[in-house]
């Protein structure tokens, strides 16, 4: 099985920075694509950002220029560096391993840690 354990969530005033993290262990293919998704109170669950094996990024619009993701494939461990945070950032934010097909093709995810932007 797949473990994902995130940290560095927290409360931050608007106009701040947080960086999260997420280590990975267990059944992980080198080609595995690693993200983060996000879920705010009263609405579903949304992409934030992804990066493939080979460090081709995604963005949500919404953070295009404020968050940038990164990943240490030798450590499994993926990182969302969050700038000029905003009050409507805030959510519950999710670590996301998915496997390519040939190794499952699977979703994990991590328990979520908390992102609180105060105004």
């Known amino acids: 099985q797949v473990q994902l354990v995130e940290s560095g969530g927290g409360l931050v005033q608007a106009g701040g920075s947080l960086r999260l993290s997420c280590a990975a262990s267990?059944?992980?293919?080198?080609?595995?694509?690693m993200g983060w998704y996000r879920q705010a109170p009263g609405k579903q669950r949304e992409l934030v950002a992804t990066?493939?094996?080979?460090?081709?990024?995604n963005y949500a619009d919404s953070v295009k220029g404020r968050f940038t993701i990164s990943r240490d494939s030798a450590k499994n461990t993926v990182y969302l560096q969050m700038n000029s945070l905003k009050p409507e950032d805030t959510a519950v934010y999710y670590c996301?391993?998915?496997?390519?097909?040939?190794?499952?093709?699977?979703?994990?995810w991590g328990q979520g840690t908390q992102v609180t932007v105060s105004s």
């Open positions: 267990g059944r992980i293919d080198s080609f595995a694509t």
């Open positions: 990066i493939t094996a080979s460090d081709s990024t």
């Open positions: 996301n391993v998915h496997n390519p097909p040939w190794y499952g093709g699977k979703d994990y």
